[in-house]
């Protein structure tokens, strides 16, 4: 294989790790097939007064990088590198557009980033409280992940990734049966993040679609009739 086959093949594949972590991070949320199967429309979150004695009792024991919110936060350069691939792909159509939607992704993987950080370190932070505070930690974590103030703006802003994501999908859309159908899947599994966040079996899907949609998409000197014309 020459260097220069093999760049374009690193370049196609590497985009596709993104979706392909984000299935592990949302599988391991999940405890079985059950529960991946409960398919509901809006998001419950589990009580402060569950997950902190657990941390607490459990968390310590257990590596850092068992913790799917730390893959998560290390897989965030993936979100520029997928971004990248999308406006690359798009660029000689609709190159103005493509930028743009690149840019949105960007931003909202600077505040994705926030959010999985805060996360990372609430989590690891619980698992080294001493039990005897197991009440002090709870409120505060409470009051923490409340969706208000800062931790509603960093969530809000972070979707902006997911947004960026779905934009550079229509930019992508093409003449093409597959072209058409790669911005459908990638449009579609931005979409789901959107409308079921912190459900992590419909972010599974999500990423399954994303996935599907980076694996059919070609770069427009492969498929020539598949671009936009400005």
């Not at 619980?126 to 709870?138: P, S």
């Not at 103030?149 to 960026?164: D, E, N, P, Q, R």
Request: charged share 10%; proline share 7%.
């Amino acid at each position: 294989m020459t260097p220069t086959r093999l760049r374009l093949l690193a370049a196609a594949a590497l985009p596709m790790l993104l979706p392909l972590l984000l299935v592990i991070v949302f599988a391991m949320h999940l405890r079985g097939l059950p529960q991946f199967l409960d398919f509901r429309l809006r998001y419950l979150p589990t009580p402060p007064q569950v997950i902190v004695p657990w941390l607490i009792a459990h968390g310590g024991q257990r590596p850092l990088l068992h913790d799917p919110h730390v893959i998560a936060y290390l897989a965030l350069p993936l979100f520029l590198v997928t971004a990248l691939r999308l406006h690359r792909l798009a660029a000689p159509g609709r190159a103005a557009a493509s930028a743009a939607a690149c840019m949105v992704t960007v931003v909202g993987t600077i505040y994705l980033g926030g959010l999985f950080g805060m996360w990372t370190a609430f989590y690891d932070g619980l698992a080294r409280v001493d039990a005897r505070d197991v009440e002090g930690a709870t409120a505060a974590y409470a009051a923490m992940t409340s969706p208000q103030g800062a931790f509603l703006l960093t969530t809000t802003l972070a979707k902006l990734a997911f947004v960026g994501l779905a934009l550079q999908g229509l930019v992508l859309w093409g003449r093409t049966a597959r072209a058409r159908a790669a911005s459908a899947c990638i449009i579609a599994g931005a979409a789901l993040f959107l409308a079921f966040w912190d459900l992590d079996n419909w972010m599974l899907v999500g990423s399954v679609l994303l996935l599907v949609g980076l694996a059919m998409s070609r770069p427009a000197r492969e498929m020539p009739e598949a671009g936009f014309t400005q």
